[in-house]
T-cell receptor
Framework: DTGVSQDPRHKITKRGQNVTFRCDPISEHNRLYWYRQTLGQGPEFLTYFQNEAQLEKSRLLSDRFSAERPKGSFSTLEIQRTEQGDSAMYLC????????????????FGQGTRLTVV | TQLLEQSPQFLSIQEGENLTVYCNSSSVFSSLQWYRQEPGEGPVLLVTVVTGGEVKKLKRLTFQFGDARKDSSLHITAAQTGDTGLYLCAGASGGSNYKLTFGKGTLLTVNP
């Protein structure tokens, strides 16, 4: 399977603990996005990378959140000192950004990591 | 801030019925994508519409992009139980600043 892969699929943690999620994008996709989805809502943008550079961060991404994509391939999203409000599905998506005038390719999502903070 | 409003929020129908769900915005998008999401899974891309007035068909699903590229609709003919899921529309800002803005979705239940 060459789709976007996320690990773990499920994570239950106690409030105050740190958690880290991993996303492996589709090979050769230079753009990688993180979204968060709570119950009854659509996915909300958190941040995105082009290769290893983090180009934009949403205001939703508090200072307890940090994302990295050190080699421009896989990415990690870490949440420090988790709170119950962090419970959500964390989604990763990737796409290939084409050059100017070549149109836009589509973004594909992974299966998500479901975080429950107890 | 670009917002996408989807309606209805919930829809429960019998197998064999037709339905239409809507996605509306006050903003113009360079493209609009429809996804279907099942519980505990990530969204799966159904279609991308790019040109104002564009109509795309995917078997029993018909997608339309409004002339002004601010709204879209999804019509399902003869719904099946396998169509059950959360239907999300997402507008894409264009160019190098590509980013998707999602609506809250329409939760469709097709009953046998």
């Amino acid at each position: 399977d060459t789709g976007v892969s996320q690990d773990p699929r499920h994570k239950i943690t106690k409030r105050g603990q740190n958690v880290t999620f991993r996303c492996d994008p589709i090979s050769e996709h230079n753009r990688l996005y993180w979204y968060r989805q709570t119950l009854g809502q659509g996915p909300e943008f958190l941040t995105y990378f082009q290769n290893e550079a983090q180009l934009e961060k949403s205001r939703l991404l508090s200072d307890r959140f940090s994302a990295e994509r050190p080699k421009g391939s896989f990415s990690t999203l870490e949440i420090q000192r988790t709170e119950q409000g962090d419970s959500a599905m964390y989604l990763c998506a990737s796409k290939r950004l084409q050059g100017a005038g070549r149109g836009n390719t589509e973004a594909f999502f992974g299966q998500g990591t479901r975080l429950t903070v107890v | 801030t670009q917002l996408l409003e989807q309606s209805p929020q919930f829809l429960s129908i019998q197998e064999g019925e037709n339905l239409t769900v809507y996605c509306n915005s006050s903003s113009v998008f360079s493209s609009l994508q429809w996804y279907r999401q099942e519980p505990g899974e990530g969204p799966v891309l159904l279609v991308t519409v790019v040109t104002g007035g564009e109509v795309k068909k995917l078997k029993r699903l018909t997608f339309q992009f409004g002339d002004a590229r601010k709204d879209s609709s999804l019509h399902i003919t003869a719904a099946q139980t396998g169509d059950t899921g959360l239907y999300l529309c997402a507008g894409a800002s264009g160019g190098s600043n590509y980013k998707l803005t999602f609506g809250k979705g329409t939760l469709l239940t097709v009953n046998p």
